[in-house]
């Protein structure tokens, strides 16, 4: 029994070791298989941005069906890695909006996930389109601009 305890302990700890891994840890290659994803929706509106290595798909429906694809070069997919390295992976569950108007459908909803190479997923409350929190909004302008481009 004290066995078995001793190697769930180890398991227990070691995961979480893992999990706590910041995002600036991870190497160039691991990298590649990043992925940003930008959700800006409404009751009548949906517009989806994925951010990978080589391209940027954005989502016109919540079908997904409207699609646009778009190359990305690796200047750009540098600056979004450093934008990236430069959030606390722990505080971004907790941001909070600076602004409430979506409430009042004033603006759209606005999301930010970052889906890691080991499956992990970083996702951010939701937020007014065009106001996000500081803490992510150098990622998100930029997102924004690459998405226009």
């Given at each position: 029994?004290?066995?078995?305890?001793?190697?769930?302990?180890?398991?227990?700890?070691?995961?979480?070791?893992?999990?706590?891994?910041?995002?600036?840890?991870?190497?160039?290659?691991?990298?590649?298989?990043?992925?940003?994803?930008?959700?800006?929706?409404?009751?009548?509106?949906?517009?989806?941005?994925?951010?990978?290595?080589?391209?940027?798909?954005?989502?016109?429906?919540?079908?997904?069906?409207?699609?646009?694809?778009?190359?990305?070069?690796?200047?750009?997919?540098?600056?979004?890695?450093?934008?990236?390295?430069?959030?606390?992976?722990?505080?971004?569950?907790?941001?909070?909006?600076?602004?409430?108007?979506?409430?009042?459908?004033?603006?759209?909803?606005?999301?930010?996930?970052?889906l890691l190479n080991d499956k992990s997923k970083i996702s951010s409350?939701?937020?007014?389109?065009?106001?996000?929190?500081?803490?992510?909004?150098?990622?998100?302008?930029?997102?924004?601009?690459?998405?226009?481009?």
């Amino acid at each position: 029994m004290k066995f078995f305890f001793t190697v769930c302990l180890l398991i227990i700890s070691n995961s979480s070791c893992i999990f706590n891994k910041s995002i600036s840890a991870y190497n160039n290659k691991e990298n590649d298989t990043l992925e940003i994803i930008y959700t800006q929706f409404s009751r009548g509106f949906f517009k989806e941005i994925h951010i990978e290595k080589s391209k940027i798909t954005t989502y016109l429906n919540y079908q997904k069906t409207k699609i646009e694809e778009k190359k990305i070069n690796q200047l750009n997919w540098d600056k979004c890695i450093s934008y990236i390295q430069k959030i606390d992976r722990n505080k971004i569950s907790k941001l909070k909006s600076p602004t409430n108007n979506r409430q009042t459908d004033k603006v759209h909803y606005a999301k930010l996930v970052i889906l890691l190479n080991d499956k992990s997923k970083i996702s951010s409350p939701d937020f007014d389109h065009g106001f996000p929190p500081d803490l992510i909004k150098p990622l998100v302008d930029f997102i924004l601009n690459l998405s226009n481009i």
